[in-house]
């Protein structure tokens, strides 16, 4: 059967945005502090 090739590209492409999707519940936001705390 032929395959669209552009099919191939969503696909791949859907796939991609799906990997690099942020997810909340994993990556963990760093509290910010201040630059002072930083320099020490």
Do not use: S
């Amino acid at each position: 059967m032929p395959i669209d090739p552009y099919a191939i590209l969503r696909a791949l492409l859907r796939a991609e945005a799906v990997r690099n999707a942020p997810k909340p519940e994993v990556r963990r936001p760093e509290p910010q502090r201040p630059p002072e705390e930083r320099a020490r």
